[in-house]
């Protein structure tokens, strides 16, 4: 009888032995927070609890909203359990607090007999731009990524006023580059006295987009969301030979990924070659040394530091020639790869 007890009262003592253990269990965000909030907009409260010891662990991680001055005017607990050596993403409503100029959004870790608190609270200092100015700019109609050789295009854009508290001036800046990012057309088109809501088509010259890439972008005082404020197209041309030589602006496959950063972005590479930073306007502001993970810091090539923005990264892609083409002396590469990063010191 004492034989068979035995197994059942080890069983029934086990979990109170894993609670007795210390534990160390960590919390971050699992995503990069905005640093400012445009009216209307939300975005995901994601963190990710990591546990750096064997032993699971479980407890509840609670999120929080509060003013610059500390006072809380919104939680929420989440339960989280972690095994050992592991972690899991913990996923809270969308934020969205836009009666507050500024907030701070935090989160809290409660976990038994964990050794280190210092990694169980992060926060986050986000700014309403409630009291600010939101204007963005896109493609109307929008612009196909492949045409016929000798198409000729008329490009236009809407603007959109999604936020101001009174009239405001919307300068709209037009460019038309080549391939190797030198100006070849410019114009300016200056919209007065738009109010929220407001929406303008603007439509510039028509032109053979062949060998080019075309920039729009705006500026107006007090903008509190860059990220829309510019759009670029470069088209594939069907049946077109691509010359050999320095990276250009192209299409092909292009899905812009935004990437917001204030002090340094990493920037991965599929093979070791010049990284290509140009601003809104297609101006070259940057080329960054080679290298599988190249770092750009916000800076020009001669280390000022550049405004806060809409940048384009062109990275090299690898060549993708059969090699009876490459036998016969004809190279083909894959598009360079186009990255959007926002700037937001």
């Known amino acids: 009888m004492k034989l068979k007890l035995w197994p059942l009262l080890c069983a029934a003592l086990l979990p109170a032995a894993l609670l007795a253990q210390n534990v160390d269990v960590g919390i971050a965000w699992a995503d990069s927070l905005p640093d400012t909030l445009r009216p209307g907009q939300t975005f995901p409260a994601r963190v990710r609890a990591t546990n750096y010891t064997p032993t699971p662990a479980g407890g509840y991680v609670w999120l929080y909203l509060a003013e610059p001055n500390g006072t809380k005017v919104y939680t929420y607990s989440q339960g989280v359990y972690v095994d050992g050596i592991s972690s899991t993403i913990v996923t809270f409503p969308p934020i969205g607090l836009l009666t507050l100029e500024d907030f701070i959004v935090g989160c809290t870790l409660v976990v038994r007999n964990d050794t280190t608190p210092a990694n169980d609270t992060i926060s986050h200092y986000v700014h309403v731009g409630g009291a600010g100015?939101?204007?963005?700019?896109?493609?109307?109609?929008?612009?196909?990524?492949?045409?016929?050789?000798?198409?000729?295009?008329?490009?236009?854009?809407?603007?959109?006023?999604?936020?101001?508290?009174?009239?405001?001036?919307?300068?709209?800046?037009?460019?038309?580059?080549?391939?190797?990012?030198?100006?070849?057309?410019?114009?300016?088109?200056?919209?007065?006295?738009?109010?929220?809501?407001?929406?303008?088509?603007?439509?510039?010259?028509?032109?053979?987009?062949?060998?080019?890439w075309l920039a729009c972008s705006m500026f107006t005082a007090r903008d509190t969301?860059?990220?829309?404020?510019?759009?670029?197209?470069?088209?594939?041309?069907?049946?077109?030979?691509?010359?050999?030589?320095?990276?250009?602006?192209?299409?092909?496959?292009?899905?812009?990924?935004?990437?917001?950063?204030?002090?340094?972005?990493?920037?991965?590479?599929?093979?070791?070659?010049?990284?290509?930073?140009?601003?809104?306007?297609?101006?070259?502001?940057?080329?960054?040394?080679?290298?599988?993970?190249?770092?750009?810091?916000?800076?020009?090539?001669?280390?000022?530091?550049?405004?806060?923005?809409?940048?384009?990264?062109?990275?090299?892609?690898?060549?993708?020639?059969?090699?009876?083409?490459?036998?016969?002396?004809?190279?083909?590469?894959?598009?360079?790869?186009?990255?959007?990063?926002?700037l937001t010191r």
């Open 133 to 212: 100015v939101d204007v963005g700019v896109a493609w109307d109609p929008p612009l196909p990524e492949t045409i016929p050789p000798d198409t000729t295009v008329q490009p236009s854009v809407r603007v959109t006023v999604h936020a101001a508290a009174g009239p405001i001036n919307v300068d709209v800046f037009f460019t038309v580059c080549d391939t190797n990012g030198n100006v070849r057309y410019r114009d300016v088109v200056a919209l007065t006295g738009l109010t929220q809501g407001a929406e303008s088509l603007v439509t510039f010259l028509t032109l053979n987009p062949a060998g080019c």
């Open 225 to 342: 969301y860059p990220a829309n404020d510019a759009v670029w197209w470069r088209p594939v041309i069907r049946n077109a030979v691509e010359e050999p030589g320095q990276p250009a602006l192209l299409a092909t496959g292009l899905r812009p990924i935004p990437t917001h950063f204030s002090r340094s972005v990493v920037i991965p590479c599929r093979e070791p070659a010049p990284v290509y930073v140009y601003d809104a306007c297609g101006k070259l502001v940057r080329t960054l040394e080679p290298g599988r993970d190249v770092v750009w810091d916000g800076r020009d090539q001669l280390g000022a530091e550049l405004p806060c923005g809409v940048y384009l990264v062109v990275t090299p892609s690898p060549s993708s020639s059969p090699p009876q083409e490459e036998r016969a002396g004809v190279r083909r590469r894959e598009s360079p790869r186009i990255c959007k990063v926002v």
